[in-house]
């Protein structure tokens, strides 16, 4: 399969767009929140509320789509999301209760996993296998950049009025629909059987876990980063003492993939979650504001490195008609971590919160250790 640049571009540009609802989302929302209700725990529930729908709706509404062309499907999806996006903005636009905003926050994060995993499934018509990691590593990359970017963008256009951050989210979300290149490929063979246990195997399970753990320690530190602050005393704003290494450090890690362009032996990926387990560690300790920054350093470097790693194993070992399912099941798995840290934030101190996400890192790092290589297509470097 020969490389195609400019349906590849057009890839990226959807891929690279296709998170900052969930990017700028908690800083929009909680303008929005505070305007309406005079404080910003509204927008934690509205980011709660996407986030558990995505959880809830990634497999039933990837398996909906196994007849449409990939293409089609992601279109379909974005456009639900973009109307839900909408609907957040004309309820603030004519203060409704903000029972409705929760309502719409909650519909538009119900595509997110399914639409990655359509969005996901169509890279494979654009790259050539040798290509994948390259391709994968300037997705992670980018994916980063918009993590930065889009919520100092959210905040700015908040402070001249939160409408104006919701129009934007609304635009900027609606744009991966616009430019995502076509393909008549449909996801799904006729007469294959559903979805069956077979395809979730042991390999495939071990892959989820790694997602979940990644996502929950990669959490932990940017939802607890005000209160590291706090604890090494210093004002709530340093927070970016942790956040922008983090970020920095994945979009490095980004890079070095897409410049090696190879596919990592499973030895060290098991070195890179050891990395992060130690990363995790070091922030747990709390020992000193370098520790863990350098620990914050670690979690990042490893970042890209590892989603790469786990999207090409379940690209090998997933039947091509199930890779939206099993895609979207990974941003799940993420999203599952996500969450995981948040609810341990929301219960526990940070430190055992660290402990916790340290300790489940570690339990990854011995399964993948300890695990049998998998039958696997990819070429190993």
């Avoid at 119900?110 to 994968?136: D, E, I, Q």
């Avoid at 700015?156 to 009025?161: E, F, K, R």
């Avoid at 409408?163 to 063979?189: D, H, I, K, S």
Wanted: hydrophobic letters at 60%.
């Amino acid at each position: 399969m020969l490389q195609r640049p400019w349906p590849l571009l057009r890839w990226f540009v959807s891929s690279a767009t296709l998170t900052v609802p969930q990017a700028a989302g908690p800083v929009a929302f909680s303008f929005v929140a505070l305007s309406l209700t005079g404080n910003t725990n509204g927008g934690a529930a509205m980011i709660l509320a996407m986030t558990l729908a995505q959880l809830a709706g990634a497999v039933p509404l990837a398996r909906l789509g196994r007849n449409l062309p990939a293409a089609t499907m992601f279109r379909l999806l974005i456009s639900f999301r973009t109307m839900a996006l909408a609907s957040i903005a004309v309820c603030a636009a004519y203060g409704a209760s903000f029972g409705w905003l929760v309502l719409f926050a909650a519909a538009a994060g119900l595509v997110n996993g399914a639409a990655y995993g359509f969005l996901r499934t169509l890279l494979n018509g654009f790259v050539s296998a040798s290509r994948l990691p390259r391709a994968l590593g300037i997705a992670a990359t980018l994916n980063e950049v918009t993590f930065v970017l889009a919520p100092v963008a959210a905040s700015g256009l908040a402070t001249l009025s939160p409408l104006f951050a919701l129009l934007a989210l609304m635009v900027l979300g609606a744009l991966p629909a616009m430019v995502v290149p076509w393909t008549a490929a449909v996801a799904r063979v006729e007469g294959l059987p559903a979805f069956s246990g077979k395809v979730l195997s042991p390999a495939v399970l071990l892959w989820f876990a790694g997602a979940a753990a990644s996502g929950a320690t990669v959490a932990a530190i940017e939802i607890g980063a005000v209160a590291l602050a706090l604890n090494f005393g210093y004002e709530p704003a340093l927070a970016i003492m942790f956040t922008v290494p983090l970020c920095l450090a994945s979009v490095a890690g980004g890079i070095w993939i897409s410049v090696r362009n190879r596919t990592a032996s499973r030895t060290a990926v098991v070195v890179q979650l050891a990395a992060m387990a130690v990363g995790s560690a070091l922030a747990a300790v709390n020992h000193s504001l370098v520790m863990t920054v350098v620990g914050t350093v670690l979690i990042g470097l490893v970042l890209a490195p590892l989603g790469t790693y786990f999207s090409l194993e379940l690209d090998a070992l997933a039947p091509p008609e199930r890779r939206p399912e099993l895609f979207a099941l990974l941003r799940t798995s993420q999203a599952g971590g996500v969450v995981f840290a948040s609810a341990l934030l929301t219960l526990v101190s940070l430190s055992s919160a660290l402990v916790w996400v340290t300790a489940l890192m570690i339990a990854v790092t011995l399964a993948v250790a300890l695990a049998p290589t998998g039958v696997n297509s990819q070429n190993r470097a």
